[in-house]
């Protein structure tokens, strides 16, 4: 399979709400009470940095009126666009829509029933975060099940913060995987290791359905 899984016009966007619905409070959130955290929260954390509107949306590479609209609670961002608000709030993403307070520091141990399940809005990816309380945590293991087809199917490509880190392992299937301007197949037992702030998306291009392990650093969800 080649780039043209890439298109732009295959892709979707994905709201950052709907992929972390269960991750931070499963089965105990509606969406619409997720997405009503965004605009207290990225005022809250805009006010505490010391930040203006405009210095926000500069460094976030948006408009102002942007920025107001999702203070506002008027716009819903995109994956990219929360990941770029987070970058320039030096935050992690996940910090834009959880409540305020610590982590448990005795959460350590998960058992396989615990998993917190992300499920994609195309339904083809299903994710499982497999550690408790990552907010204050320097990395995040992530098992991602993929569906033929699946992909990380946002307009543009993701990356993570400056300085980030991301590893993958190929536990089962096949995946192809887009980091800038190159394209790798991974296959089962493959692994890639990368700088997480290069833009990067990836895609299951077998015909059987795809499992793999994924580690970034620091947290991103």
């Known amino acids: 399979m080649g780039k043209s899984y890439f298109f732009l016009d295959r892709l979707k966007t994905i709201k950052l709400s709907v992929i972390l619905l269960n991750l931070l409070n499963p089965g105990k959130l509606a969406q619409g009470k997720m997405e009503d955290k965004i605009p207290g929260r990225l005022k809250q954390i805009r006010n505490r940095k010391k930040l203006t509107l405009q210095q926000l949306a500069d460094q976030a590479g948006c408009t102002k009126s942007y920025i107001s609209q999702l203070e506002k609670g008027t716009g819903s961002p995109s994956v990219s666009m929360l990941g770029r608000l987070a970058e320039a709030l030096e935050i992690p993403v996940a910090d834009l829509i959880r409540d305020e307070g610590g982590e448990d520091q005795g959460n350590w141990h998960l058992r396989k029933a615990d998993r917190r399940t992300i499920s994609y809005p195309d339904g083809k990816v299903t994710s499982q975060l497999l550690t408790k309380g990552v907010f204050q945590k320097k990395m995040q293991p992530l098992l991602s099940v993929i569906e033929p087809g699946g992909m990380l199917n946002d307009s543009e490509k993701m990356s993570h913060s400056k300085g980030a880190e991301e590893f993958v392992l190929v536990l089962r299937g096949e995946i192809e995987f887009e980091i800038g301007s190159k394209l790798l197949s991974l296959q089962q037992g493959d692994t890639l290791y990368f700088d997480g702030d290069l833009p990067h998306r990836w ?18 969800w």
């Open 203 to 220: 895609m299951n291009i077998g015909k059987e359905t795809a499992e793999v392990l994924f580690v970034w650093t620091p947290p991103v």
